[in-house]
């Protein structure tokens, strides 16, 4: 034999070896990668308490880091105020609201973070007290109270017009707006109920002091409608929101 061949063959055997070693080095640090990854972290589930200084203000329940179920909040002296649920993040079902003593004030519905539905509130006697239309977010015109013993409530202001026409001399139509009790507790909008629904973003405020609304028409000589509408919102001595609305017809087809 070569007197090279035997060290050569020594270190073929070597390096074999290494490199064998060395490939299960490497499985082995991969198998225990594959074995230490986890699931990435996709928030809290449970229950969290909110505090305000020493006092519980909150407590909400979440699902992976989503408000999931109910959420309850507190009074200062630790008396339930109010509950909501919600789904995915979503409010849900009737959110309710308590008396400072425990009875239900007041529940209203939701759909998909939206109150939509029939509004409910009660006495602390447990009476009703009123229920309040409710249509994807917006006041609908239903509308009840009830007193105390439970007679419902009649007898609600309209709206007086008053107008003064100046459209031949100064080419003005002046509309004069009030309640039929004189109740200052009032705003006055012009528009009309979209789809049975009371939309603020879709009306024009009219300028109101002391309860009484001043709408100012000015000739355009242009068509336009030959009536107009108005929507009052009107706070009652229960302390809702009755809306009541009234069509105003037109002597001239161009004021606006």
């Not at 880091?65 to 979503?90: A, D, I, P």
């Not at 009309?192 to 405020?205: A, V």
């Not at 100012?216 to 509408?229: C, N, S, V």
Request: charged fraction near 25%.
């Amino acid at each position: 034999m070569n007197k090279f061949s035997v060290p050569i063959l020594i270190l073929i055997i070597l390096l074999s070896v290494a490199g064998c070693t060395g490939k299960s080095q490497v499985q082995k640090d991969q198998k225990n990668k594959i074995d230490t990854t986890t699931v990435a972290d996709t928030g809290y589930t449970g229950i969290k308490q909110f505090m305000s200084g020493q006092y519980l203000v909150m407590e909400v329940t979440f699902q992976n880091g989503v408000r999931n179920g109910l959420m309850k909040s507190f009074y200062q002296g630790g008396q339930l105020r109010q509950t909501f649920w919600y789904e995915n993040g979503q409010k849900e079902d009737s959110s309710r609201w308590f008396y400072l003593e425990g009875q239900l004030f007041r529940a209203t519905p939701y759909r998909h973070d939206t109150i939509d539905g029939i509004q409910m509130q009660y006495y602390r006697t447990g009476k009703v007290k009123a229920r309040i239309g409710y249509s994807k977010g917006l006041r609908t015109n239903y509308f009840e109270e009830f007193t105390p013993e439970g007679k419902l409530v009649q007898g609600y202001p309209g709206i007086v017009v008053n107008i003064r026409n100046e459209y031949n001399t100064k080419g003005l139509y002046h509309i004069g707006l009030e309640l039929t009790d004189k109740s200052t507790r009032v705003k006055f909008y012009r528009g009309d109920f979209t789809d049975g629904r009371f939309d603020t973003t879709m009306y024009k405020i009219i300028k109101t002091q002391e309860g009484q609304g001043i709408l100012d028409l000015k000739k355009t000589g242009r068509p336009q409608p030959a009536h107009i509408g108005v929507i009052a919102e009107i706070l009652t001595p229960y302390g809702n929101k009755f809306l009541t609305w009234k069509k105003i017809e037109l002597p001239y087809n161009d004021l606006n």
